[in-house]
DNA sequence: GGCACATGGTTAATAGTATTCACTCTTTTA
DNA sequence: TAAAAGAGTGAATACTATTAACCATGTGCC
């Protein structure tokens, strides 16, 4: 049973209240726009109050962000999961293209999860969760697992591959927590690269003069790279 | 001669403090650090006065970020210009790393120009000139155009390419006022891309946890991206 | 030279922000 | 039921931007 004292309940209704109006004033005026006094001034009470449940303004963005990084995730995986478990082009395909259409939908919300706003919070006290970095390699390292295991990747041999290259290569590896070689993790390296790039690009309106839709890019990108790893678009993707 | 007042003069020099600790404060600080009361007290005026000089915090904003612009266009000239007026591959290999030296060295300006801040100077009223797509775009422009005109680049013909895409790679050759098939434009934008995903790997420190040192990323992003377009790495590359 | 005007600074005032502290009222708990 | 804990408020401090009124001084003209 919800054992719940009212004095509990309506912290809970108050803490809910302002992280929904914390991320809807950041994503409608910007994280400079999120301020304490403005989420009070939304859930209804002074300032202080938000000291009760926030650490400040720095406790506000933080939340904003837990927040952010949960939808993200989820967003991705959905997108992921909503293919054949057997298509991995599909997989790859719908899930990076999820990528792309959240960062889109949440320019601000981008900004915080992968852009400027993200290296102040990875130095704030709390850091960022090591979570994240092995969930995101996760949805995408598994897939590279699999096609590796198939042996469909043309991949470099270790002794190829720049030593101070393949230092970082292993620790990123051993960071995701999978198991294959560092060719493999080369080439998801070589993939992010043109798809943060890509990001990049459309969420800060860079070259925005000529390449207002970001979406004729994207496909072109997706067709290179599914050709890397040795795949075709896929007939099968569905998209939401 | 210099016939200048000594009222021009005074306000001249306080114009050039003014925008010097601008910078400053903006690299130390954060743009968001970045404010009129604390360029006022850096060059010993009261608040109001610098209203005098400058279209408020925004126009501080606005100074930093014309002068960086100048700076880094400056940066990059100057390390293409080092290389043989003959040798491609030295010219575009250093200019692409001036550009990520010059990112990772000033990584608040970086987000002026390239990043988060950029839609915001964008879309203020004073918007970007459009020299700058110009001239940025012409530093890699010109030796494309050359490979092109010796016939050493592979490009995708006219009507292989998606035409919504094709629309766009049409606005940008347009705009950068350079002469050559779309599908050069094709190129310079898939190098652009990954060189762009680097730097915001870089600068962001995203995935810092493993790539702590973006150089040996950057110099196997090179000798891919030169093998794009027919290149070899140059001996003859001349680095600062 | 002296006078009028333009320039560029000041102070004062308004209004917004974060944050801390002391206090009070309410709820919980012993 | 009385003590303790919790959660809000109001006041105070210290920042920030910005505008307006004002004043001193430099400039240019007669």
Redesign the interface.
């Known amino acids: 049973m919800t054992a719940l004292t009212r004095r509990e309940r309506l912290r809970a209704e108050l803490e809910r209240d302002a992280k929904a109006a914390a991320r809807r004033i950041a994503a409608e005026e910007g994280v ?1 726009g999120l301020t304490v006094a403005a989420v009070a001034r939304a859930v209804g009470v002074t300032p202080p109050a938000l000291y009760r449940y926030f650490n400040g303004r720095a406790g506000l963005v933080r939340a904003v962000y837990d927040d952010v990084t949960a939808e993200f995730m989820d967003n991705v995986a959905r997108a992921l999961h909503r293919q054949d478990p057997d298509d991995i082009s599909a997989q790859l395909h719908a899930a990076t293209r999820a990528v792309l259409d959240w960062s889109l939908a949440n320019k601000v919300e981008f ?1 915080l999860l ?6 102040k919070i ?1 130095e704030s006290e709390e850091g960022i969760p090591k979570v994240i ?1 092995r969930e995101l390699g996760g949805f995408f390292g598994v897939p590279f697992a699999r096609l590796w295991r198939e042996g469909r990747l043309t991949i470099d041999a270790d002794e190829d591959i ?1 030593p ?2 393949a230092g ?2 292993r ?2 590896r051993t ?1 995701v927590g999978l198991d294959f070689p560092i060719g493999v993790v ?1 080439l998801m ?2 993939c ?7 990001l ?2 459309a969420v ?10 970001p ?3 994207f ?3 997706m067709d ?1 790279l599914l050709g890397i790893l040795g795949l075709e678009r896929s007939p099968g993707l569905r998209m939401p």
């Open positions: 400079e900004d992968m852009g400027a706003a993200y290296p990875a970095a720049d101070a290259l970082q290569l620790t990123y960071h080369l390296v070589i992010w690269r043109q798809i943060y790039g890509l990049c690009m800060y309106g860079h070259h925005q003069f000529a390449f207002d839709d979406v004729p890019l496909e072109h990108m290179h």
